[in-house]
């Protein structure tokens, strides 16, 4: 079973900076995919950044520029390190972690961690 917790949430003003830590309790960053979704009140939860098995890195229009993606494979860690955060931001963010099988994927979310900026 793969556990996600994530951490580094909080609240800042807008322009300011946060990183967010994923830490997975097995070694499991440098053969799958992972990835930091969001999800404000009331809107669906959406893509914010990920990063595949070969370290390939994929961001939303909307943060393109500003966030960034990483790992630390030997700590089972990943990172969202965001910067110039505006206020649309705002939400809790979830990590997620896609476990390539013989036959299927399977698919494991943190709790996620709050993220407020405010203007």
């Known amino acids: 079973q793969v556990q996600l917790v994530e951490s580094g949430g909080g609240s800042v003003q807008a322009g300011g900076s946060l990183r967010l830590s994923c830490a997975a309790n097995?070694?499991?960053?440098?053969?799958?995919?992972m990835g930091w979704y969001r999800q404000a009140p009331g809107k669906q939860r959406e893509l914010v950044a990920d990063?595949?098995?070969?370290?390939?890195?994929n961001y939303a229009d909307s943060v393109k520029g500003r966030f960034t993606i990483s790992r630390n494979t030997a700590m089972n860690t990943v990172y969202l390190q965001m910067n110039s955060l505006k206020q649309d931001d705002t939400g809790t963010y979830y990590c997620?972690?896609?476990?390539?099988?013989?036959?299927?994927?399977?698919?494991?979310w943190g709790r996620g961690t709050q993220v407020t900026v405010s203007s």
């Open positions: 097995r070694s499991i960053l440098g053969r799958n995919a």
């Open positions: 997620k972690a896609v476990i390539s099988g013989s036959i299927n994927n399977s698919a494991y």
């Open positions: 990063i595949t098995a070969a370290g390939s890195t």
